[in-house]
């Protein structure tokens, strides 16, 4: 054990022993010199465009954004205010002379407006909660946007008057609401989401809904400018009723609210064309699946009319932006661990624009990222590969050039793990699975290296060639590093993803393992070298994998479900598993959540197995994690419990948690 921990406190700073040229390769304290670029917003006229630029204060621990503005042909990249506050959500008024974005004060956040003839920007508003999905009208007049009124929690009892002086206990927290917290938030206020308006010139602020619902955004503007469309569910059961939505209209000037759709499940992110004769939006029709396609439809601007667009797609819409012309709509879906933008015509027909598009996050190499389209048709997104975070490109007349490198500095000065997609079948159906191996740094065939699994969580998500730090820093430390995305992934299509309705964990467990043996196969991995790790679902993936069988050296088993009983009925979101991930509730169905549970394998385990959970997650509850602790603690099987202060299921939202994360790990699987 003193050797465990003499390791753990030079595993970040030991230096590759596979290095074979002068760069160096990646570090954990590299995490924070990472830059990577969100949400661009190109101007109406496609010339400039202004995004979000994501950095890490290395003193206060927190990812950093503030608004930087580019011209599309690279130049006069700086940045958009004199701010130091956290700024997000800019927006460009319809003729491109303003941009509406919002920015923290000592009192919250604030909606701000930018003048792009003199360079000036002022507050605007002056509110009492967030504001958030600012859209400005056609004519540049008003914006709308969504934001919380709280009202005062329930009360049961009323306590006596304490003595002048005294220092009683808090009051009693009373919650009678099904949806009360969140992961990453905590408890959350009672009250409601409305849709607000205020004018560009910062009066006149309205309230345009109204009751015991939340109204929801992004939002829309008609093109008369009479109405705005937002998302809700007010039916008198919408508490339980959680996954419908449908999309309304509020008149501006009436404060009538219409009705648009009415089926059963989701429908939400409306879109009135601009020539103010469709509007868009993006749902399904809930069969009450693990998973489903999230679809695109239009509708007349009355509700008539109702048809789905993206029927030939098979995958689900991510977002999607009208075309300024009317002909057609610009999307971004999902295929095979890569994020795609594309064409779709009104008669259905689509083409790919463009790929690659991702960067949400530097942890872990999930999707993500977001894309705009001027209205002469230039693309501004994010792009990323395994070998940088995301930078601004843009795409004219079929074009693709990437106009910021934001991490070249860095980056090009390290040496990085080479990521390669790999293609093996199922041996249950023989199905074809899709993997990716990262080499580490100088990597040498003619070597032996310890060879990682590394479980992705959702399950319903996917892996790509994207940017990891985490990837990055395991391959730095010698290990070949294979993250696979076996069934219930998504990028496959519908069908794929949803293998594992009713039947989780069940054969991704084979995917997985026929994955580990197609790399002992071709030489990439060697039996006597193996472990595996993974958080959220890739924790009990990793669970159920060694519950499996002994063949891994060690497992580090991170914020898992290990217990779907406990889970279902102590996690933030309790309310929505039932017939998707399993048939029924638990009470109904006690024999089947139990066998699809991790913790039900546990006499099984001999693999030396550190646990880890965020001490304040509330998806998966440090209770879960401590189940698999405690058992195997008690069954004398080498086990140690990581618990990170302060932190939700995102652990590695904090860079410093996830350097923590990262040497925890190395730390424990270097011991065996």
């Known amino acids: 054990m003193k050797h465990f921990f003499i390791l753990l406190f030079i595993i970040s700073f030991k230096i590759s022993s596979f290095s074979q040229n002068t760069k160096a390769v990646f570090t954990d304290l590299d995490v924070f010199d990472l830059q990577y670029v969100k949400n661009p917003q190109i101007s109406p006229d496609g010339s400039q465009i202004v995004y979000r630029r994501m950095t890490f204060d290395i003193l206060k621990d927190r990812a950093v954004g503030n608004l930087w503005m580019i011209n599309s042909s690279g130049i006069n990249n700086q940045k958009l205010t004199s701010r130091e506050s956290s700024e997000y959500g800019a927006i460009w008024s319809p003729n491109g002379d303003r941009l509406a974005f919002i920015s923290l004060t000592d009192e919250g956040p604030e909606i701000y407006m930018y003048w792009k003839n003199t360079s000036k920007f002022a507050k605007i508003s002056q509110l009492e909660g967030s504001p958030s999905n600012l859209v400005w009208s056609s004519n540049g007049k008003d914006l709308a946007f969504t934001m919380k009124v709280k009202t005062a929690p329930p009360v049961l009892v009323k306590m006596p008057k304490k003595p002048k ?21 905590g408890y959350i206020d009672t009250g409601f989401t409305h849709v607000f308006l205020i004018s560009s010139e910062g009066s006149g602020i309205a309230q345009l809904t109204s009751g015991e619902f939340n109204h929801r955004g992004p939002l829309s503007w008609s093109n008369d400018n009479s109405k705005v469309y937002f998302t809700s569910n007010r039916s008198d059961s919408w508490e ?37 004769k469709y509007v868009a939006y993006l749902g399904y029709n809930d069969k009450i699946q693990a998973y489903q396609n999230t679809q695109l439809s239009i509708m007349d601007a009355d509700g008539k009319n109702k048809r789905v667009l993206s029927l030939n797609v098979n995958s689900s ?29 009104l008669d259905g027909s689509s083409r790919d624009l463009a790929e690659n598009l991702g960067g949400n996050s530097i942890g872990r190499p999930y999707g993500g990222g977001s894309f705009s389209v001027s209205n002469n048709g230039v693309i501004a997104y994010t792009n990323t590969s395994y070998k940088h975070p995301s930078e601004l490109t843009i795409v004219k007349d079929n ?9 070249s500095q860095l980056l090009e000065n390290r040496t990085l793990g080479k990521v390669e997609e790999i293609w ?20 040498d065939s003619s070597k032996n290296y310890p060879f990682l699994v590394e479980n992705h969580g959702g399950p319903i998500s ?39 309705h009713h039947n989780y964990p069940a054969e991704d467990y084979i995917d997985v393992m026929d994955g580990v043996d197609f790399c002992i196969n071709k030489g990439i991995a060697k039996e006597e070298k193996l472990y595996v790790t993974g958080g959220s679902a890739g924790g009990l993936m990793t669970a159920w994998i060694v519950g499996k069988n002994n063949r891994f050296e060690a497992a580090v088993v991170v914020k898992p479900v290990m217990n779907w009983i406990s889970k279902t009925l ?22 089947e959540y139990w066998d699809f549970s991790p913790i039900s394998l546990v006499g099984n385990i001999q693999t030396p197995t550190m646990v880890m959970v965020g001490m304040e997650d509330l998806r998966t509850p440090p209770s879960e994690a401590k189940q698999l602790y405690h058992a195997l603690k008690l069954r004398k099987i080498p086990t140690v419990l990581v618990e990170i202060p302060e932190a939700s299921h995102g652990i590695a939202n904090r860079p410093s948690n996830l350097i923590t994360k990262v040497a925890h790990v190395l730390a424990w699987l270097k011991k065996y």
Do not use: C
């Open 399 to 407: 074009k693709s050039k990437q106009i910021t490198n934001l991490n």
């Open 165 to 185: 002086g005294a220092k009683w206990a808090k009051t009693a927290r009373i919650t009678d609401r099904l949806y009360h917290e969140s992961d990453g938030q």
């Open 462 to 500: 996917n892996y790509g060639s994207r940017f990891s730090a985490e990837m990055q820093l395991f391959a730095a430390a010698g290990y070949v590093v294979f993250y696979p995305n076996p069934r219930g992934s998504t990028s496959y299509g519908e069908e794929f993803a949803n293998l594992l």
């Open 424 to 443: 093996y079948k199922s041996s249950f159906d023989n199905r074809d699975i899709q993997g990716w191996v990262v080499y580490p740094p100088n990597y």
């Open 570 to 591: 102590t996690a933030d979101n309790y309310f929505q598993y039932s017939d998707t991930r399993l048939a029924g509730q638990p009470w109904d169905n006690f024999q």
């Open 317 to 345: 819409i991510n977002s999607y932006q009208w075309d300024s012309n009317n002909k057609g709509i610009y999307y971004s879906y999902d295929k095979f661990g890569d994020t795609k933008i594309a064409y779709l015509n």
């Open 240 to 276: 339980y009723d959680f996954r419908n939505s449908e999309l309304y209209s509020v008149n501006v000037e009436n404060y009538r609210i219409m009705a648009l759709t009415d089926r059963k499940g989701p429908d939400f992110n409306p879109k009135e064309s601009p020539n103010g």
